[in-house]
């Protein structure tokens, strides 16, 4: 027993180690997959041999639940998190994330015009350097309709014209919005439709008529597989999830470009770090243009700053949710809608789910 | 098969039935395990019969992964060390729990095997807002921890009934003998009732190995274990690989079950025996 | 003097002396009982019981509001929405003096994300209430404050403060049975469209029913035949059932994904019989999550019906039939009431077990198939309402105990037996 008792205690010694090393490196913690490992590639690791810092990263599933959690409980092992606007306005509301100020903390673009004036609207604030943007988009499979293809976001309401199931992430985030498009809202009014009591039962309504036809998904690498093994034709997804499944793996997919719900992602920093200083260092070379130019190439996702745009290679360009082709019809998601709204909505959303 | 003078043919049919409805049953119940096994040596990633072909790229995948690598060195440190706590303070209390006037108190044995009644969600959400505070979420050792609290009514229900069957006598015997109480323990009473401790033990390391929500709630990317991993695998994209590692376990499983059997019947022969 | 009698035990000291020792030595023998359970009670106080009495705590406790305000907590404390009158003066200068000193730390925000719980477009009302904050006077704030947003001209936005600023709260447990409070405090029904948990609370009951249902009918036949095995045949036939026992559930989860899959091998076995034309739908439905959740819980009823079985002498049955009975009256009258708690046992068992399930339904069911479990979990990672989240898993235990009493006095104290 004494000897269980002594390994119970080294063990307990070597978590006692490692946690005080943990401290005293930066850590990055983004979405893991392959958007993490572009990360990795185009900004943590060039970083981290430049300034010899060694960077431990981390993958989460996105919300603010364990930022909240180490803020609190004063144990914050994250430095740096990639998150997304709406998460961002919670948490930095809640004052769990230090403050950026764009005109120190930020790079100038090369014309020598401050950071606040080369981002796109809305894309940074006080808690929040933007890097890129992504869009949850509908998307089908060519091969399965060789006659007409869709082109409407009504067409993915249409049964009779466009058979076959359909692929809907399980939140009322993106599935509302759609059914209101479809219905014929246009873009610009759907958040001020959706306000209202009755907008959220057109949306419903709407709903109900594919509902018995929709499989819903909860993690981003389902839709692809959900396409490529058939069981849906046509999808929701994230476009760079989609992206490369037509570009590396060859998948007769195709977007459908109109409706596409554009969200914005960025870098920022758990109030308490101890690396405030590294962590700021970090995200003034990551957001540099040719670093987010680097990370659209790879990813495709839309840079946030002006200036990176003509970097980005022009073979990704056309796939990119900010290319100009591709906004007629776009959506932004609006982060302050939801931050009001989601907790009676999703609650709307599960007893809506959960009747036949 | 033989039957009774007074079978008709009805009852001999009656009986037929029965034989044959619970052998097939008992396939039901095994088919699912047995399904995948093939399944995991495929040479293509599909799930359907006949397969093109053999292969071991799946188990490959799994052997070279980093990320299940870490996950099985994560999963087997919790298991080991939550199953040594688990046995060391289960062990104490069922020898504390054979006082008989302990065991006319219900409500304390109803405490010490609560965390095996209690659904395994309110554990984790319970144990995840107690944890979050003084740091112990997102660790191993919380996970050990809340491991070690599941594993303990295994190990009691297991050597209590081992200990019902230890005849008292033998600790007289060698505490006449001159043997100091813990030598009478670690040298007469722990070798008898060494089945029951093992057996559950290996049912308190077969809870860790497999426990899942608790570790959603606990770990996060540093501490992934094997069924964590399974349950993101499965959710995302269920991938050949996640067969071999269900394949793997299933033999882990039959070496538990086999180990377990022969501990009883080795408590069964010392039962009938001279003791 | 009646103490003849008496004297005669008592007198010789040896005996007193003897009955000291031994009630001595009864209770040095009682405390090293005691000392060797204390460690594990310690540490399950610590890793268990604390944590569950946390959650407890956590569904009837909110201290957000009285924290952050305190002065408007304790204003309206003595404001009675029944009385269908906005709060007076002093309350709203009250909000003003808590929203200022509150800005600082970000206490605003955690009351507005409290406060959105229980109705959306709170936390913008206390954003843009902040935006207006600059130069407002105290004396004037009532006037000022409805001019900044009209809510807080309305009864409804101060109702909803006050019953959230209670320490010590049941509306927690009021959402969690579907129940919430209309603009004058009254307890009242949820509309139709935000009516979720009754559903999900009976979802769950009808779930594990018909899994535990399904469970006895399906093992009392296989348990009886193998109960009435000689050793030598049903020991190679246990492992059948003993294998998936010992098989982590995740895996069998796992196989009946891949085999209910719509290109998977029972489809596709179906489709070469010609018996199907098009593949069948078998996941993501009520069927997957009966079929897979009845499977991984199967062993655990045949197991304990067959420990029951095994101890029935076939005696009885032979007696019944030599006596006249025909073979279904025999087994009513002289097996089956025999068998009762082994039945008894495997249906609550199985019951229980069920009743907390969350993986398999997560991964094999669709989204309404779902069971508490899950929106409890949902509530903890998802939409960050810990205080409902608590009060679903108090309610949720609260039936599992009940069970459990009844499981333990059914089969006789003895509870569950393991290998």
Redesign the interface.
């Known amino acids: 027993?004494k000897l269980?008792t002594k390994?119970?205690l080294s063990?307990?010694a070597a978590?006692a180690v490692t946690?005080a090393q943990a401290s005293s490196s930066l850590s990055f913690t983004s979405w893991?997959g392959s958007y993490q490992e572009a990360q990795e590639k185009t900004a943590v690791k060039p970083f981290g041999i430049a300034n010899k810092v060694d960077i431990k990263t981390?993958?989460?599933n996105g919300?603010?639940?364990?930022v909240?959690?180490q803020v609190?409980?004063k144990?914050v092992?994250w430095d740096i998190v990639d998150m997304q606007l709406s998460d961002v306005i919670?948490a930095c509301?809640?004052?769990l994330l230090e403050k950026i100020n764009p005109d120190i903390d930020l790079a100038k673009d090369k014309s020598g015009k401050p950071a606040k004036s080369d981002y796109l609207p809305g894309a940074i604030n006080n808690c929040m350097a933007g890097n890129i943007s992504w869009s949850t988009i509908l998307v089908f499979n060519k091969d399965k309709f060789k006659g007409s293809q869709p082109k409407t976001v009504a067409d993915f309401f249409d049964l009779k014209k466009f058979p076959g199931k359909r692929a809907l992430r399980?939140s009322p985030e993106g599935a509302l919005e759609w059914a209101l498009i479809a219905d014929g809202v246009p873009p610009a009014q759907v958040y001020k439709t959706l306000s209202t009591q009755a907008g959220v039962?057109r949306a419903f309504k709407k709903l109900d008529t594919v509902k018995s036809s929709i499989?819903?998904w909860?993690?981003?690498?389902?839709p692809p597989?959900l396409l490529a093994?058939?069981?849906v034709t046509m999808a929701s997804a994230y476009n760079a999830r989609i992206y490369t499944a037509i570009m590396n793996d060859k998948k007769p997919f195709e977007f459908l470009w109109d409706g596409q719900l554009k969200n914005i992602e960025g870098y920022v920093i758990v109030k308490g770090s101890k690396n405030v200083a590294a962590a700021k260092a970090f995200i003034k070379e990551a957001t540099k243009p040719q670093a987010l130019a680097d990370l659209a190439t790879s990813t495709a996702y839309g840079p946030l700053r002006k200036s990176a745009v003509s970097l980005v290679d022009p073979k990704v360009g056309k796939y990119l949710p900010t290319a100009p082709e591709h906004q007629k019809g776009s959506l932004d998601v609006d982060p302050?809608f939801w931050?009001?709204?989601?907790?009676?909505?999703?609650?709307?959303f599960?007893?809506?789910?959960?009747?036949? | 098969m033989n039957f009774p003078a007074y079978t008709n043919l009805w009852g001999k049919l009656a009986k037929y039935l029965h034989v044959i409805y619970s052998l097939l049953i008992l396939v039901f119940l095994i088919i699912p395990i047995i399904v995948i096994i093939p399944l995991s040596f495929n040479s293509e990633p599909y799930f359907t019969y006949p397969m093109p072909g053999l292969s071991l790229k799946w188990y490959e995948a799994f052997f070279t992964s980093p990320v299940w690598i870490s996950s099985l060195k994560n999963t087997l440190l919790v298991g080991v060390i939550s199953t040594l706590i688990a046995t060391v303070l289960g062990i104490m209390a069922s020898l504390g729990l054979m006082h008989p006037r302990l065991q006319r108190l219900a409500w304390l044995k109803g405490v010490l095997m609560s965390p095996m009644i209690v659904p395994l969600i309110i554990t984790a959400v319970g144990v995840y807002f107690a944890f979050s505070p003084i740091g112990l979420s997102n660790s191993l050792l919380g996970l050990i921890l809340a491991h070690s609290a599941l594993g303990v009514p295994f190990v009691i229900v297991t050597v209590t009934a081992t200990l019902a069957g230890f005849n008292e006598t033998l600790t007289r015997a060698g505490r006449i003998l001159g043997a100091s109480p813990l030598q009478c323990f670690f040298q007469v009473k722990l070798p008898l009732i060494a089945p029951g401790v093992i057996s559950g033990a290996l049912f308190a390391f077969a809870t860790s190995f497999d426990e899942i929500v608790v570790a959603i709630f606990l770990t996060s990317a540093d501490q992934r274990t094997v069924p964590r991993q399974m349950w993101s695998g499965i959710r995302e994209q269920l991938s050949p690989t996640i067969l071999a590692v269900a394949t793997i376990l299933i033999v882990m499983s039959t070496i538990m079950l086999i180990t377990l059997e022969l501990l009883r019947r080795r408590t069964e022969r010392i039962r009938s025996g001279s003791l | 003097m009646t103490n003849s009698t008496y004297t005669e035990t008592l007198t010789s000291a040896e005996a007193k002396v003897l009955k000291r020792n031994l009630r001595k030595s009864e209770r040095f023998g009682l405390y090293k009982a005691l000392l060797l359970i204390l460690p594990l009670f310690v540490f399950l106080m610590f890793t268990f019981i604390l944590p569950i009495g946390s959650l407890l705590f956590k569904s009837v406790t909110d201290d957000v509001i009285p924290t952050e305000w305190p002065a408007l907590t304790q204003s309206l404390a003595a404001w009675d929405p029944a009385k269908k009158q906005l709060p007076d003066s002093q309350t709203y200068s009250n909000l003003v003096v808590d929203l200022q000193k509150s800005i600082e730390d970000d206490g605003n925000s955690r009351v507005a994300t409290r406060l959105n719980f229980q109705q959306s477009g709170m936390r913008s009302l206390i954003m843009k209430t902040m935006r207006h904050l600059d130069g407002m006077d105290l004396k004037d704030a009532k006037q000022s404050l409805i001019d900044a947003d009209e809510r807080w001209g309305q009864i409804g936005t101060w109702t909803i403060i006050k019953f959230s600023s209670q320490r010590l709260t049941f509306d927690y447990f009021l959402n969690a049975f579907d129940y919430t409070r209309d603009e004058f405090g009254n307890v009242v029904h949820n509309a139709p469209a935000d009516s979720l948990y009754q559903d999900v609370f009976i979802r769950t009951i009808v779930v594990s029913l018909t899994v535990a249902v399904l469970c006895v009918l399906i093992a009392y036949p296989v348990a009886s035949f193998l109960a009435a095995l000689p050793s030598k045949f049903s020991n190679p036939l246990m492992i059948l059932v003993l294998l998936p026992f010992w098989t982590s559930f995740l895996v069998r989860t796992t196989s009946w994904i891949v085999m209910l899959q719509t290109n998977g091998p029972i489809n596709q076995f179906l489709l070469e019989l010609g018996l199907i034309l098009k593949p069948l739908e078998l996941i993501y439905n009520r069927f997957s999550v009966l079929v897979s959740m009845t499977h991984i819980l199967l062993p655990y009823s045949i197991l304990s019906l067959y420990s029951v079985m095994k101890g029935i002498s076939p005696v009885y049955v032979k007696a019944a039939r030599s006596l006249g009975a025909g073979p279904i009256k025999a087994f009513f009258n002289a097996y089956f009431p025999q068998t009762l708690p082994g039945v008894v046992a495997a249906g609550i068992l199985s019951f229980i077990l069920a009743i907390g399930y969350y993986i398999t339904p997560a991964l094999v069911g669709g989204a309404d198939d779902q069971l508490a479990s899950y929106y409890i979990a949902n509530h903890v990672n998802t939409t960050l309402n810990w205080g409902l989240a608590s009060a679903l898993s108090v309610l949720l235990l609260g039936g599992v105990m009940v069970l459990y009493i009844v499981f333990v006095r059914m089969t006789g104290g003895k509870g569950m037996k393991l290998g």
């Open positions: 027993m269980k390994t119970y063990v307990l978590f946690g893991g981390d993958a989460y919300g603010i639940a364990q909240r959690a609190q409980t144990n092992t919670r509301d809640e004052g399980k039962e499989v819903w909860e993690a981003g690498a389902q597989q093994d058939g069981e302050l931050a009001d709204n989601a907790d009676a909505l999703n609650q709307k599960a007893v809506w789910l959960g009747r036949k």
